[in-house]
């Protein structure tokens, strides 16, 4: 055994961070993480995370639930909504008080902004929630978090690369590693592991997502046996940059930014008419492509790839650079645009996965009929579920945060009597294998493939979706996983050879795309993101639950799990 621990938490973003600091407290825990932690894709989350502090005006945490659960389009299990929304103002505190430099008001309160969905008194109108640190909330917390595991001695494993979980049963006993730097096979030893390895918008052509984000977490678990949750549901947001899709924040329009067609509309009016710009992402998206396909894109041409305007100059220079000082140096850098004098050019970005490793409020993996002992998740890869159909602005924060937490300090007292699994050492062995064969073997280059599964979601899984195009989604995913059968890895370096982790993970990115495309075809109507032109109309009678897909032989099969719905009936959804 190359190495042993209590704890193992894959992932270095915010939840993997909060969940490490947690269970240092009783068991000797190590993070491993596949980039330097100061790069994890928390850092990219710009505008706020959502908390009901009431500084700036009465707001109450029964409000956030209840815009959750709305905002999600009643697929959000109102429980977890509640717990969300209540230990997110005590897990705001605990950041400032562990030095988290939020933004302050003049009284020196955590200030707080506008973000779209969020209401006051059960949809009256916008209220004040997201607790910011300049257009910089995200990287404040990732920086807060890695200083105070430093301080904790939790060990770091940088650009280490989990290829696979080792289970006892339905215990896991430990990982087997890929280390970049040395081209070694790991194996470590621990009797907790908690998966944080955050989204995989990467299998879209545009999206906001880094480079990292391949979800390696949910695929290994899929492999393993588990079913994914509610994986028809991925967010497209509103505004990204014109044909790169780097995020420009909501945050931006929290502050006055407002969206225009190419007749000079502020067309949101049409849409929204009570919240405007700041309706709920999954609105505006739509309302942009119906733009678009109208005619009133700034191109005009109808396609895809057009785009609308959001402009924030008449905010003022001293505004801009205060409030959102990142957002404009992206601008003035990609676009050559300065948003303090001109508007933004942007459309719609793939952006965050609603679906993912079901889990309990606890961060345990749970399928709804069983938990599986000492394995937990947390983050944009797991799925409690608090996002339902359509996350709300500042929510991912919160959920990282909030559950984050809640699962690291669930772990700390688990581990204390936790049994030690038996390990797998043939399962090394095989992964030593499989590395060698890709080096070896002389397939075809994987680019293609790549291209080919982000062109497909894109186009056939994107904002609008019809089950004909998805059909086709499906049956070339299918056939691009047995294309991948064949390819192989041209660089035969030991050291640093990046081409073997990125052929591993285009092989977990077509796994969830297939995930992601048979689930969006499975559900016969339209709830938030997952919006059918074959079933426009909201099916509670029928689709009111959660979809579990299993893959297996190239096909997905699925089961169901009922939706919590104790506090809120569902109502038509409105702004």
């Not at 894709?41 to 005006?57: D, F, M, R, S, Y």
């Not at 002389?442 to 291209?451: C, L, Q, W």
């Not at 796994?511 to 075809?521: E, Q, R, V």
Request: proline share 4%.
């Amino acid at each position: 055994m190359d190495y042993d621990y209590d704890v193992l938490i894959v992932g270095a973003g915010g939840a993997g961070l909060y969940a490490a600091l947690e269970a240092s407290r009783t068991g000797k825990t190590a993070v491993l993480t596949k980039v330097y932690p100061q790069r994890s894709h928390t850092g990219a989350a710009q505008g706020g995370i959502g908390a009901a502090l009431g500084n700036v005006e009465e707001d109450k945490p029964e409000w956030h639930a209840f815009d959750t659960v709305k905002g999600g389009d009643y697929l959000v299990d109102q429980n977890a909504a509640v717990i969300l929304a209540e230990d997110a103002v005590r897990a705001v505190y605990d950041l400032e008080n562990r030095g988290l430099p939020f933004s302050r008001t003049p009284e020196g309160k955590i200030d707080q902004r506008r973000f779209g969905g969020h209401t006051r008194n059960f949809g009256e109108g916008p209220v004040r929630r997201a607790c910011y640190a300049a257009d910089r909330t995200g990287h404040m917390i990732l920086q807060t978090l890695y200083q105070q595991c430093i301080k904790s001695d939790v060990a770091f494993y940088d650009e280490f690369f989990v290829l696979d979980v080792m289970l006892d049963g339905d215990t896991p006993s430990g990982l087997i590693v890929f280390e970049l730097a040395t081209g070694q096979i790991h194996m470590f030893k621990a009797k907790v592991i908690l998966f944080a390895t955050g989204g995989f918008g990467r299998m879209f052509k545009i999206t906001s997502n880094a480079y990292s984000n391949t979800g390696d977490g949910p695929a290994i678990l899929a492999r393993n046996g588990i079913p994914l949750m509610d994986m028809e549901f991925f967010q497209i947001h509103p505004t990204g940059i014109r044909d790169m899709g780097i995020l420009i924040t909501e945050g931006v329009r929290g502050e006055g930014g407002i969206l225009y067609n190419s007749e000079g509309e502020a067309f949101m009016k049409r849409y929204a008419p009570t919240m405007l710009d700041l309706a709920p992402r999954d609105m505006i998206s739509r309302a942009i492509m119906t733009e678009i396909f109208e005619g009133r894109g700034i191109r005009g041409t109808r396609k895809i790839d057009d785009y609308v305007y959001l402009d924030a100059s008449h905010l003022g220079r001293a505004k801009v650079e205060e409030k959102i000082p990142d957002i404009a140096d992206f601008c003035r850098t990609y676009l050559d645009v300065d948003p303090a004098e001109a508007p933004m050019p942007v459309q719609p970005t793939a952006h965050y996965a609603m679906g993912g490793i079901p889990t309990n409020v606890n961060g345990q993996v749970w399928t709804g009929e069983k938990v599986y002992p000492g394995l937990y998740a947390a983050g944009e890869c797991a799925c409690v579920s608090v996002h339902g159909a359509n996350r709300l602005g500042t929510n991912s924060l919160v959920d990282l945060v909030v559950f984050g937490r809640r699962a690291g300090q669930h772990i700390a007292e688990y581990v204390r009597n936790a049994p030690q699994g038996r390990v797998d050492k043939d399962r090394a062995r095989w992964w030593k294998d499989r590395i060698a064969r890709l080096k070896s073997a002389k397939g075809s280059h994987p680019g293609e493939i790549f291209d080919s599964m982000q062109e497909t979601m894109m186009e056939k899984v994107g904002v609008y979706r019809t089950g004909s195009e998805m059909e086709k989604a499906v049956s070339s995913l299918q056939k691009l996983r047995l294309d991948y059968e064949h390819v192989s890895v041209h660089a035969g370096a030991e050291n640093f050879n990046a081409e073997v982790q990125t052929v591993l993970e285009l092989g977990n990115l077509l796994d969830l795309a297939l995930h992601t495309a048979a689930s969006a075809l499975n559900r016969q109507e339209s709830r938030g993101a997952h919006t059918r032109d074959d079933f426009p109309d909201r099916n509670d009678g029928d689709w009111l639950k959660h979809s579990l897909s299993t893959l297996k032989d190239n096909q997905i099969s699925f089961q169901y799990r009922d939706v919590d719905v104790h506090k809120w009936e569902p109502k038509p959804r409105v702004y």
